[in-house]
Protein backbone atom coordinates (compact mmCIF):
# COMPACT_ATOMS: atom_id res chain seq x y z
CA UNK A 1 0.00 0.00 0.00
CA UNK A 2 2.85 2.15 0.68
CA UNK A 3 4.93 1.52 -2.37
CA UNK A 4 1.19 2.25 -4.38
CA UNK A 5 1.13 5.66 -2.18
CA UNK A 6 4.65 6.51 -3.35
CA UNK A 7 3.96 5.71 -7.03
CA UNK A 8 0.55 8.03 -6.83
CA UNK A 9 2.20 10.88 -5.21
CA UNK A 10 5.07 10.98 -7.56
CA UNK A 11 2.45 10.71 -10.69
CA UNK A 12 0.85 13.60 -9.71
CA UNK A 13 4.28 15.53 -9.05
CA UNK A 14 5.39 15.06 -12.79
CA UNK A 15 2.26 16.30 -13.67
CA UNK A 16 2.42 19.46 -11.93
CA UNK A 17 5.76 20.16 -13.91
CA UNK A 18 3.53 21.07 -17.27
CA UNK A 19 4.98 22.17 -20.44
CA UNK A 20 5.42 26.15 -21.07
CA UNK A 21 2.73 27.35 -23.93
CA UNK A 22 2.65 31.03 -23.70
CA UNK A 23 2.31 33.10 -26.96
CA UNK A 24 2.46 36.35 -25.38
CA UNK A 25 4.26 38.03 -23.28
CA UNK A 26 7.47 37.60 -22.69
CA UNK A 27 9.55 35.49 -21.23
CA UNK A 28 13.45 35.36 -19.82
CA UNK A 29 15.81 34.75 -17.32
CA UNK A 30 17.17 36.93 -14.54
CA UNK A 31 20.40 36.07 -11.95
CA UNK A 32 19.76 36.21 -8.65
CA UNK A 33 22.30 35.15 -6.06
CA UNK A 34 24.47 34.10 -8.94
CA UNK A 35 21.88 31.95 -10.80
CA UNK A 36 18.92 31.87 -13.05
CA UNK A 37 15.89 32.26 -12.45
CA UNK A 38 12.54 32.03 -15.00
CA UNK A 39 10.68 34.91 -15.24
CA UNK A 40 7.60 35.75 -17.73
CA UNK A 41 6.12 39.37 -18.09
CA UNK A 42 3.13 40.55 -20.07
CA UNK A 43 1.38 43.91 -20.23
CA UNK A 44 4.38 46.48 -19.25
CA UNK A 45 3.15 48.81 -21.70
CA UNK A 46 0.45 48.92 -18.89
CA UNK A 47 2.80 50.48 -16.43
CA UNK A 48 1.59 53.46 -14.31
CA UNK A 49 2.94 55.41 -11.42
CA UNK A 50 1.18 54.12 -8.15
CA UNK A 51 -1.00 51.61 -10.59
CA UNK A 52 -0.75 47.95 -8.84
CA UNK A 53 1.90 45.45 -10.79
CA UNK A 54 0.29 42.20 -10.57
CA UNK A 55 2.60 39.52 -9.01
CA UNK A 56 1.47 35.71 -9.23
CA UNK A 57 2.97 33.14 -6.65
CA UNK A 58 2.87 29.34 -7.71
CA UNK A 59 1.75 26.84 -5.56
CA UNK A 60 4.00 24.21 -4.51
CA UNK A 61 6.43 22.60 -6.63
CA UNK A 62 4.47 24.34 -9.74
CA UNK A 63 5.30 25.95 -12.79
CA UNK A 64 4.11 29.37 -13.76
CA UNK A 65 2.68 27.88 -17.10
CA UNK A 66 -0.77 27.35 -14.33
CA UNK A 67 -1.50 31.02 -14.63
CA UNK A 68 -1.50 31.30 -18.46
CA UNK A 69 -5.42 31.98 -19.06
CA UNK A 70 -6.00 34.59 -16.09
CA UNK A 71 -2.31 36.31 -16.85
CA UNK A 72 -3.80 36.07 -20.82
CA UNK A 73 -6.65 38.57 -19.51
CA UNK A 74 -5.47 40.64 -16.57
CA UNK A 75 -2.20 41.81 -18.36
CA UNK A 76 -4.45 43.39 -21.05
CA UNK A 77 -5.21 46.11 -18.29
CA UNK A 78 -2.16 45.73 -16.18
CA UNK A 79 1.57 44.89 -15.60
CA UNK A 80 1.92 41.10 -14.85
CA UNK A 81 5.08 39.29 -13.27
CA UNK A 82 5.11 35.95 -12.93
CA UNK A 83 8.24 33.43 -11.91
CA UNK A 84 9.29 29.85 -11.19
CA UNK A 85 10.92 29.89 -7.67
CA UNK A 86 14.51 28.08 -7.62
CA UNK A 87 14.70 24.07 -8.59
CA UNK A 88 11.22 24.43 -10.48
CA UNK A 89 10.82 24.55 -13.99
CA UNK A 90 13.96 25.98 -15.94
CA UNK A 91 14.74 28.23 -12.96
CA UNK A 92 18.36 26.98 -11.25
CA UNK A 93 18.58 25.17 -8.07
CA UNK A 94 20.45 28.08 -5.75
CA UNK A 95 21.14 25.05 -2.75
CA UNK A 96 19.16 27.38 -0.35
CA UNK A 97 15.95 26.52 1.70
CA UNK A 98 12.56 27.98 0.14
CA UNK A 99 11.84 29.73 3.36
CA UNK A 100 9.26 32.32 3.01
CA UNK A 101 12.09 35.15 3.89
CA UNK A 102 14.57 33.88 1.13
CA UNK A 103 11.45 33.55 -1.37
CA UNK A 104 10.19 36.93 -0.88
CA UNK A 105 13.79 39.10 -1.00
CA UNK A 106 14.06 37.17 -3.93
CA UNK A 107 11.23 38.10 -5.37
CA UNK A 108 11.23 41.62 -4.24
CA UNK A 109 15.16 42.21 -5.93
CA UNK A 110 13.50 40.91 -9.41
CA UNK A 111 10.82 42.88 -9.27
CA UNK A 112 12.71 46.45 -8.61
CA UNK A 113 15.17 45.00 -10.89
CA UNK A 114 13.00 44.74 -13.56
CA UNK A 115 11.63 48.18 -12.74
CA UNK A 116 8.44 46.93 -11.41
CA UNK A 117 7.68 49.18 -8.52
CA UNK A 118 5.67 49.05 -5.66
CA UNK A 119 1.97 48.54 -4.94
CA UNK A 120 1.71 45.05 -5.81
CA UNK A 121 -1.25 42.85 -5.88
CA UNK A 122 0.19 39.59 -4.93
CA UNK A 123 -1.95 36.37 -5.94
CA UNK A 124 -0.89 33.05 -4.19
CA UNK A 125 -1.75 29.55 -5.25
CA UNK A 126 -1.60 26.71 -2.57
CA UNK A 127 1.75 26.79 -0.62
CA UNK A 128 1.80 30.35 -2.73
CA UNK A 129 -0.22 31.82 -0.74
CA UNK A 130 2.02 31.49 2.77
CA UNK A 131 4.90 33.27 0.38
CA UNK A 132 2.21 36.06 -0.24
CA UNK A 133 1.12 35.94 3.59
CA UNK A 134 4.86 36.55 4.27
CA UNK A 135 5.28 39.34 1.76
CA UNK A 136 2.93 41.23 3.34
CA UNK A 137 4.22 40.73 7.11
CA UNK A 138 7.94 41.81 5.80
CA UNK A 139 6.97 44.84 3.26
CA UNK A 140 3.15 46.00 4.21
CA UNK A 141 3.24 49.62 2.48
CA UNK A 142 4.22 47.73 -0.69
CA UNK A 143 0.93 45.54 -0.72
CA UNK A 144 -2.31 47.40 -3.03
CA UNK A 145 -3.88 43.26 -2.47
CA UNK A 146 -3.63 39.76 -1.38
CA UNK A 147 -5.86 37.27 -3.18
CA UNK A 148 -5.72 33.64 -1.76
CA UNK A 149 -6.31 30.88 -4.47
CA UNK A 150 -7.35 27.85 -2.08
CA UNK A 151 -4.38 28.62 0.03
CA UNK A 152 -2.05 26.23 2.45
CA UNK A 153 -3.80 27.03 5.76
CA UNK A 154 -1.76 29.61 7.42
CA UNK A 155 -3.98 30.19 10.38
CA UNK A 156 -3.81 26.75 11.44
CA UNK A 157 -2.47 27.16 15.59
CA UNK A 158 -1.39 24.28 17.69
CA UNK A 159 -4.34 21.82 18.45
CA UNK A 160 -6.39 23.01 15.02
CA UNK A 161 -4.85 20.28 13.08
CA UNK A 162 -6.86 17.74 15.35
CA UNK A 163 -10.03 19.18 15.52
CA UNK A 164 -11.26 17.98 12.14
CA UNK A 165 -10.87 14.16 13.56
CA UNK A 166 -12.09 14.79 16.83
CA UNK A 167 -15.49 16.16 14.94
CA UNK A 168 -15.79 13.16 12.54
CA UNK A 169 -16.09 11.55 16.63
CA UNK A 170 -12.38 9.94 16.89
CA UNK A 171 -10.80 9.91 20.13
CA UNK A 172 -7.84 11.59 21.09
CA UNK A 173 -6.08 8.51 21.24
CA UNK A 174 -6.85 7.08 17.58
CA UNK A 175 -5.87 10.53 16.59
CA UNK A 176 -2.21 10.52 18.07
CA UNK A 177 -1.87 6.30 17.00
CA UNK A 178 -2.39 7.73 12.79
CA UNK A 179 0.15 10.79 13.74
CA UNK A 180 3.13 8.44 15.56
CA UNK A 181 6.11 7.51 14.90
CA UNK A 182 5.58 4.86 11.90
CA UNK A 183 3.76 7.47 10.11
CA UNK A 184 6.61 9.95 10.37
CA UNK A 185 9.43 7.53 9.67
CA UNK A 186 7.19 6.69 6.51
CA UNK A 187 7.24 10.37 5.85
CA UNK A 188 10.83 10.51 5.99
CA UNK A 189 11.36 7.71 3.52
CA UNK A 190 9.13 9.43 0.96
CA UNK A 191 11.17 12.27 0.68
CA UNK A 192 13.75 9.62 -1.25
CA UNK A 193 11.51 9.26 -4.00
CA UNK A 194 10.46 12.58 -4.14
CA UNK A 195 11.94 15.51 -6.95
CA UNK A 196 14.42 17.66 -4.79
CA UNK A 197 11.90 20.83 -5.59
CA UNK A 198 9.32 19.32 -4.01
CA UNK A 199 11.08 17.73 -1.24
CA UNK A 200 12.80 20.96 -0.06
CA UNK A 201 9.46 22.68 0.06
CA UNK A 202 7.41 19.75 1.78
CA UNK A 203 10.49 20.56 4.21
CA UNK A 204 9.84 24.20 4.61
CA UNK A 205 5.72 23.50 5.23
CA UNK A 206 6.95 21.43 7.77
CA UNK A 207 8.59 23.93 9.50
CA UNK A 208 5.88 26.91 9.15
CA UNK A 209 3.65 23.66 10.38
CA UNK A 210 5.63 23.67 13.72
CA UNK A 211 5.79 27.33 14.19
CA UNK A 212 2.62 28.23 14.11
CA UNK A 213 3.32 30.00 10.44
CA UNK A 214 4.70 33.18 12.78
CA UNK A 215 7.02 34.08 9.41
CA UNK A 216 3.85 34.36 7.56
CA UNK A 217 1.72 36.12 9.96
CA UNK A 218 3.90 38.21 12.44
CA UNK A 219 1.90 41.47 11.79
CA UNK A 220 -1.45 41.73 10.88
CA UNK A 221 -3.11 41.90 7.22
CA UNK A 222 -2.70 45.31 5.78
CA UNK A 223 -6.30 47.06 5.18
CA UNK A 224 -6.52 46.13 1.81
CA UNK A 225 -8.45 44.20 -0.90
CA UNK A 226 -7.96 40.83 0.24
CA UNK A 227 -9.45 37.64 -0.86
CA UNK A 228 -9.86 34.39 -0.42
CA UNK A 229 -11.02 31.85 -3.01
CA UNK A 230 -11.99 28.54 -1.95
CA UNK A 231 -12.08 25.35 -3.55
CA UNK A 232 -14.96 23.02 -2.36
CA UNK A 233 -14.78 19.92 -4.66
CA UNK A 234 -14.06 17.06 -3.07
CA UNK A 235 -10.63 15.40 -5.00
CA UNK A 236 -11.68 13.37 -8.41
CA UNK A 237 -8.60 10.91 -7.69
CA UNK A 238 -9.04 10.77 -3.73
CA UNK A 239 -5.93 8.70 -1.71
CA UNK A 240 -7.65 5.16 -2.03
CA UNK A 241 -5.85 4.18 1.49
CA UNK A 242 -8.67 3.18 4.49
CA UNK A 243 -9.48 4.79 6.92
CA UNK A 244 -11.34 5.37 10.09
CA UNK A 245 -13.50 8.33 8.72
CA UNK A 246 -15.57 8.84 5.90
CA UNK A 247 -13.25 11.15 4.03
CA UNK A 248 -15.81 12.90 1.90
CA UNK A 249 -17.16 13.82 5.37
CA UNK A 250 -13.75 14.57 7.02
CA UNK A 251 -13.25 16.90 3.40
CA UNK A 252 -16.52 19.40 4.75
CA UNK A 253 -15.20 19.52 8.04
CA UNK A 254 -11.66 20.64 7.12
CA UNK A 255 -12.94 22.79 4.90
CA UNK A 256 -15.76 24.27 7.18
CA UNK A 257 -13.32 24.76 10.22
CA UNK A 258 -10.66 26.39 7.70
CA UNK A 259 -12.94 28.84 6.42
CA UNK A 260 -14.38 29.83 9.78
CA UNK A 261 -10.19 30.99 10.47
CA UNK A 262 -10.25 32.55 6.55
CA UNK A 263 -13.72 34.60 7.06
CA UNK A 264 -12.67 35.63 11.06
CA UNK A 265 -9.40 37.67 9.23
CA UNK A 266 -11.63 38.82 6.39
CA UNK A 267 -14.17 40.69 8.66
CA UNK A 268 -11.90 43.75 10.25
CA UNK A 269 -10.94 45.11 6.41
CA UNK A 270 -12.88 47.16 4.59
CA UNK A 271 -12.44 45.66 0.98
CA UNK A 272 -12.33 41.55 2.49
CA UNK A 273 -14.18 39.06 -0.03
CA UNK A 274 -15.20 35.39 0.26
CA UNK A 275 -15.69 33.07 -2.94
CA UNK A 276 -16.76 29.87 -2.02
CA UNK A 277 -16.41 27.60 -5.60
CA UNK A 278 -18.72 23.87 -4.77
CA UNK A 279 -17.45 22.16 -7.76
CA UNK A 280 -13.48 23.24 -8.46
CA UNK A 281 -10.76 21.44 -8.06
CA UNK A 282 -7.42 22.48 -6.04
CA UNK A 283 -6.47 23.79 -8.91
CA UNK A 284 -8.77 26.90 -9.47
CA UNK A 285 -6.26 28.25 -12.29
CA UNK A 286 -7.56 25.57 -14.45
CA UNK A 287 -11.27 24.73 -12.89
CA UNK A 288 -12.50 28.55 -12.30
CA UNK A 289 -10.21 30.94 -14.50
CA UNK A 290 -13.16 33.52 -14.28
CA UNK A 291 -13.19 33.28 -10.89
CA UNK A 292 -10.19 34.58 -10.28
CA UNK A 293 -10.03 37.53 -13.06
CA UNK A 294 -12.91 38.45 -11.79
CA UNK A 295 -11.30 38.67 -7.78
CA UNK A 296 -8.58 40.21 -9.59
CA UNK A 297 -10.33 42.70 -11.08
CA UNK A 298 -12.38 43.33 -8.05
CA UNK A 299 -9.66 44.00 -6.19
CA UNK A 300 -8.10 46.67 -8.41
CA UNK A 301 -11.18 48.75 -8.71
CA UNK A 302 -11.26 48.59 -4.58
CA UNK A 303 -7.89 49.94 -4.95
CA UNK A 304 -8.83 52.62 -6.84
CA UNK A 305 -11.51 53.95 -4.36
CA UNK A 306 -9.07 53.27 -1.56
CA UNK A 307 -6.61 55.64 -3.07
CA UNK A 308 -9.40 58.19 -4.17
CA UNK A 309 -10.85 58.03 -0.40
CA UNK A 310 -7.14 58.79 0.78
CA UNK A 311 -7.10 62.33 -1.18
Request: aromatic share 12%; hydrophobic share 35%.
Amino acid sequence: MRNAMKRSIISTVILMIGISCFSFGQKEFMTVNGKKIEVFTAGLENIQKNKPVIVFENGMATKLDKWKPIIEEVSKTSTVFSYNRPRIGESENDSLPPTTKHIVENLRKMLLEKGLKPPYLLVGHSFGGAYIRSYASYYPDEIAGLIFVDPVDFTKKKGDGDLPYLEIGLTQHQIDSMFAKPYKDFVENLYADMPNFYVEEVKILRQLTKTEFKECDSIPLPDVPVHFIKAGGYPKNPEKRETLYDKVKMFRIDNNLKMKRWIALLDPLQYGKFFYCSNSGHYMQEDEPETLIASIKLALNDYEKIQKEKK
